[in-house]
Antibody, heavy 125, light 108 residues
Framework: QGQLEESGGGVVQPGRSLRLSCAAS????????MHWVRQAPGKGLEWVAV????????YLADSVKGRFTISRDNSENTLYLQMNSLRADDTAVYYC???????????????????WGQGTTVTVS | DIQMTQSPSSLSASVGDRVTITCQAS??????LNWYQQKPGKAPKLLIY???NLETGVPSRFSGSGSGTDFSFTIGSLQPEDIATYYC??????????FGGGTKVEIK
């Protein structure tokens, strides 16, 4: 089925940077797209970013575009989220999630998330 | 971007009741819709994909329907372990993969 474990969260001052990691196990990491989803305290889910299985297609939510970068190291079965210029409204639990979908015909189709980590908390204050 | 409007935002029902949540997309998304369950303090869990397909291992009291812009999610007979917040999410075309605002289900 697969397991995901996030790390790297913590308390950081506004304007500073943080890098989150997500270690994958129990499935063939290189076969799957991967997502980051966040949840601010007491709020709903917000999709943040996705990368295709090979990192060639990457998308970010408008709220983080220009500040966050999603990447992956398929040799280490690890997903990353580099977060720069952090703001108070980035405070949230950040989940990594395995994505469904496929790439073909020159584009990728992302169908949602079927395996989730337990999340790592980022507090910007 | 496509917006997803979920209703109600919360509901209270008795054990054994039939519970229905609706989700409306701001444009036609065909059947490209997932439903997730999130229990307090836990990560979300995929329950239904392609609007009406039950994920493996999910109890059959959960179901989904709809296409185009209007969708519904039903718990056929509410159980105590179903206390959670439920989210719809579209995956039509390119990202963002927007979530609905969530529906918190409680026991009366």
């Amino acid at each position: 089925q697969g397991q995901l474990e996030e790390s790297g969260g913590g308390v950081v001052q506004p304007g500073r940077s943080l890098r989150l990691s997500c270690a994958a196990s129990g499935f063939t990491f290189t076969n799957y797209a991967m997502h980051w989803v966040r949840q601010a305290p007491g709020k709903g889910l917000e999709w943040v970013a996705v990368t295709s299985y090979d990192g060639s297609n990457r998308y970010l939510a408008d709220s983080v575009k220009g500040r966050f970068t999603i990447s992956r190291d398929n040799s280490e079965n690890t997903l990353y989220l580099q977060m720069n210029s952090l703001r108070a409204d980035d405070t949230a639990v950040y989940y990594c999630a395995r994505g469904r979908g496929y790439c073909g015909g020159g584009r990728c189709y992302f169908y949602g998330m079927d395996v989730w980590g337990q999340g790592t908390t980022v507090t910007v204050s | 971007d496509i917006q997803m409007t979920q209703s109600p935002s919360s509901l209270s029902a008795s054990v054994g009741d039939r519970v229905t949540i609706t989700c409306q997309a701001s444009q036609d998304i065909s059947n490209y819709l997932n439903w997730y369950q999130q229990k307090p303090g836990k990560a979300p869990k995929l329950l239904i994909y392609d609007a009406s397909n039950l994920e493996t291992g999910v109890p059959s009291r959960f179901s989904g329907s709809g296409s185009g812009t209007d969708f519904s999610f039903t718990i056929g007979s509410l159980q105590p372990e179903d206390i959670a917040t439920y989210y719809c999410q579209h995956y039509h075309n390119l990202p963002p993969l927007t979530f609905g605002g969530g529906t918190k289900v409680e026991i009366k």
